[in-house]
């Protein structure tokens, strides 16, 4: 018998997925996320908000498919590309939720998977898929923002261990994270891209506090970060020392890159069922609202061509080819689409948009998540900061 070609492989795979999906995904987990309350982030501290919540974790994890792409012996399912695409579209078919968001699947992952040594893999990556330890990040600081670079927060070496002074601003859920991954400084007489080392260590260690920066959407993902003698063991320093900068410039392609998922990620209810409810429709079964009609044609097919953008620098990734600048790209634009998805959602729904604090808005989901999306043009590397890397690396503009 003849082996079964690519094409034949994957829609046998494609079959199989569907129906482990079909059999394994609760109805409940089929239904549009409707706030962050509706996210899985796992962690030691995370309570599952119904059992058919974490009942989808622990079998999508089982499964391998937190990190489909990892390898099989750091809690991953080995699939190719393709396979991951195929995946995710089957699960978008379902309308499945996705059973685990993670830093550490986002970020740190990719990282430990390149830069890692055995042992830090082998402690870090199978936690990070089955969602046991929930990460942020430490990076950004008071003086250290775009110019991430100038960070002061140090780390001095004392024997087996360093012992980490500073402070991080702008740390997403530091106050419900597990582990930190932080960018420390190592030598002080060094060049400022020189000197940075890539540290990890438990946010529960002894001289770690952290206090919540409320935003004005009146939630408070972001926090201040404060390090007061925190001893930190060499063996958690990823790399070699003094050269975590390398490591760092890696993990923010992927954080651009995650960041820019928002352009394709709907949350709640879609755009034109939340306008139909609001605006209703004409004589021809039409939104009655034309401006607003097309104004959403034109969303659904900017978002659709993000989308394709996105798999095109997949498949060019794959085969070594994408150029690492093209994350900035993938970030401004996602940033931009997720604003403008809000600012649509809030036309969409009219008055009921206004809510703030009731039931039947869920505590203001929607005003909240779109005042929240005014920091995506910030977070992660601001608009301007992708713009200047996109006209500098990529388009090769003269410089001012």
């Not at 509706?38 to 499964?63: H, I, P, Y």
């Not at 990190?67 to 699939?79: H, I, K, M, Q, T």
């Not at 994270?177 to 260690?205: E, N, P, Q, Y």
């Not at 975590?244 to 709907?266: C, F, P, Q, V």
Request: proline share 4%; glycine share 8%; aromatic share 8%.
């Amino acid at each position: 018998m003849n082996a079964l070609t690519e094409p034949e492989t994957l829609a046998s795979f494609r079959a199989e997925t569907r129906a482990w999906l079909e059999a394994n995904c609760p109805a409940e987990m089929r239904r549009p996320v409707t706030s962050e309350n509706d996210t899985c982030w796992g962690g030691r501290n995370f309570t599952f908000q119904s059992e058919a919540q974490r009942l989808w974790m622990t079998r999508m994890a089982d499964k391998g498919w937190t990190v489909p792409d990892w390898p099989r012996e750091y809690g991953g399912a080995g699939l190719s590309r393709a396979e991951v695409k195929v995946l995710r579209e089957e699960m978008r078919g379902l309308g499945c939720r996705s059973p685990l968001d993670s830093f550490g699947i986002w970020m740190l992952g990719p990282a430990l998977l390149r830069y890692g040594n055995a042992e830090q893999k082998a402690e870090h990556l199978p936690r990070i898929a089955r969602g046991e330890i929930r990460w942020c990040q430490g990076y950004s600081e008071p003086n250290a923002g775009s110019d991430l670079a100038s960070l002061a927060t140090r780390a001095d070496l004392q024997g087996d261990h360093f012992v980490v002074n500073g402070q991080k601003i702008w740390t997403s859920y530091a106050d419900k994270a597990d582990w930190i991954f932080c960018l420390v400084r190592t030598d002080f007489a060094a060049k400022k891209h020189d000197g940075i080392s890539f540290l990890l260590f438990d946010m529960a260690s002894p001289g770690v506090t952290t206090r919540p920066i409320l935003l004005i959407s009146g939630k408070s993902p972001f926090c201040e970060t404060f390090f007061d003698n925190v001893q930190v063991p060499r063996r958690n320093l990823v790399g070699e020392i003094n050269r975590g900068w390398e490591i760092a410039k890696y993990l923010l392609t992927h954080e651009r890159e995650s960041i820019s998922g928002m352009g394709t990620r709907s949350a709640g209810r879609p755009l034109p069922q939340t306008a139909l409810a609001a605006a209703g429709r004409d004589a021809e079964g039409r939104l009655a609202d034309p401006l607003l009609r097309a104004s959403l044609a034109a969303f659904e097919v900017d978002e659709a061509a993000f989308g394709l953008m996105l798999e095109r620098h997949g498949d060019l990734a794959r085969q070594g080819q994408a150029d690492p600048a093209f994350s900035s790209v993938l970030k401004y634009y996602g940033s931009e689409l997720n604003k403008r998805r809000f600012e649509l959602a809030m036309q969409c729904a009219g008055s009921d948009a206004l809510e703030w604090e009731s039931e039947r808005s869920d505590d203001g989901a929607l005003a909240r998540g779109w005042l929240r999306t005014k920091a995506n043009s910030i977070e992660g590397g601001t608009s301007e900061v992708q713009l200047n890397i996109v006209s500098k690396r990529i388009l090769a503009l003269p410089g001012a």
